[in-house]
């Protein structure tokens, strides 16, 4: 029986149509190993039927898994950490302002009107939990650069992506009372080599990707 390694970056079709073509070439059976599933091309087979083996061994396997005591386990871990995380986000804004402090009231009037769908609403609304947790450390006595962080993954309960996280900067960067301190943070702390020191001498905000957004 003849191996074929799938290559970087490969899916399930491309692996079982080179698997196939190989079983033809070499008059043997091909076997691969695709997400640690072992797969087998057979003379008579075609790229179809390895693809329909893959999923279904692939449920099969997720089913079984579901039933698992570990899954059962790992379920109510990660309630009791949300359960708690929500716990620490509720006491957290019951001592920070109601509302975030602006310094372009008109800007964030603006983004609000412009982020009405749930994706946009979600960019809002980690923006000013973000914010308010932040004035609330603040408050006392604890500077932007040292808080900021954590409070940008407390405000995170309903798990926004490097995107949303990117454009909540921007926003916030334009309209917040504390912009310039937040936009020169957050360019420093995702540079990989100088390019976030010379958004802050331009002006501009990085987003994760290291994309000029602003």
């Known amino acids: 029986m003849q191996t074929y390694e799938p290559m970087a970056g490969e899916n399930i079709s491309e692996t079982a149509k080179h698997m196939v073509s190989m079983a033809k070439k070499t008059k043997e059976p091909v076997m691969a190993r695709f997400n640690d599933i072992t797969l087998t091309a057979n003379l008579d087979g075609d790229a179809d039927s390895v ?41 957290a804004l019951a001592v ?22 749930s994706y946009g609403g979600g960019i809002i609304s980690f923006a000013e939990r973000w914010a ?17 962080a954590e409070t940008a993954s407390l405000a995170d309960n309903e798990g926004v992506t490097g995107f949303m996280y ?16 937040l936009r020169r943070w957050h360019n420093l702390k995702i ?21 000029r957004i602003g």
């Open 132 to 148: 308010r947790l932040m004035e609330g450390r603040m408050a006392n006595g604890e500077v932007l650069e040292v808080c900021a």
């Open 96 to 117: 920070a302002p109601e509302k975030i402090t602006l310094r372009d009231e008109e800007g964030w009037k603006k983004a609000v009107a412009a982020n009405v769908d």
């Open 51 to 91: 693809v329909q083996y893959y999923y279904a061994e692939s449920n099969r396997r997720r089913e079984e898994y579901v039933k698992s005591p570990e899954y059962k386990k790992r379920q109510r871990e990660s309630k009791e950490a949300q359960r708690r995380q929500d716990l620490m986000l509720k006491n």
């Open 166 to 181: 990117g454009c909540a900067v921007s926003i916030l960067a334009k309209v917040w009372v504390h912009s310039e301190q």
């Open 191 to 211: 540079q990989i080599g100088h390019e976030g020191e010379r958004a802050n001498e331009s002006g501009g905000t990085l987003n994760p990707a290291l994309l």
